[in-house]
């Protein structure tokens, strides 16, 4: 798995300049489950599919072991159908970003590399950007937001199904407060299970 990594020019201010995204090295067709998280970590050497000892892969093992699932490697992941990316493509110089970052990078950068998986069945949305993006790229492509507004504990337990996707809100489980938070721990463990019981079923 290789990284993109390129400067954007769009005019935001509330994220640095530096993008970085995957470039995968899979058969776009045995991807299933996307799991999008926030943003990448300030440290390149944290980010998903660099290594396996940098931050996003250690707290990823930690939540799906929570799950009930033991994984070691990004390897299991992608044999297991799921890939892993970030709503927006840049880290964030404070600690929020303004839904006009976010959609504009969600329409320019999120919505292409989701379309190319052609077999997307469910798409895990970790933290209130991955929701926010993922509403601007499916209202963008199909009229409607799949996730309706409100606080994430209060949406969470309905089903969100359009176009044949099913959409989960939940917690995002990189950074710190993935393990200072242990009642969104737990819920975000429910949540991969319901992704690890889709695949199973498939």
């Known amino acids: ?13 509330d994220v640095h300049k530096g993008m970085i995204f995957p470039r995968p090295d899979l058969d776009p067709r045995d991807i299933r489950v996307v799991m999008i998280s926030e943003c990448p970590p300030a440290d390149r ?46 880290g964030k110089r404070g600690y929020l ?28 949305c970790m ?5 926010k993006a993922v509403n601007s790229v499916y209202k963008e492509k199909h009229g409607k937001s799949p996730i309706p507004s409100g606080s994430t504990y209060k949406i969470r337990k309905q089903e ?16 710190e407060s993935f393990n200072i938070e242990k009642v969104k721990r737990q819920m975000i463990a429910e949540d991969i299970r319901t992704a690890l019981d889709y695949l199973k079923a498939r």
């Open 1 to 13: 798995m290789g990284m993109n990594t390129f400067t954007c020019n769009y005019p935001c201010t």
């Open 45 to 90: 050497s944290d980010y998903y599919y660099e290594s396996g000892s940098g931050a996003f892969f250690q707290t990823t093992r930690t939540a799906f072991r929570d799950a009930g699932c033991a994984i070691e490697t990004y390897e299991d992941l992608t044999r297991m159908g799921i890939y892993l990316t970030t709503a927006i493509k840049c």
């Open 97 to 124: 970003v303004s839904a006009k970052t976010i959609r504009e990078c969600a329409l320019r950068f999120l919505k292409p590399e989701l379309e190319q998986f052609p077999d997307i069945g469910m798409i895990l």
């Open 127 to 131: 933290g209130d950007f991955a929701i």
């Open 160 to 175: 969100y199904i359009r176009n044949g996707v099913r959409f989960l809100p939940s917690y995002t489980h990189t950074g």
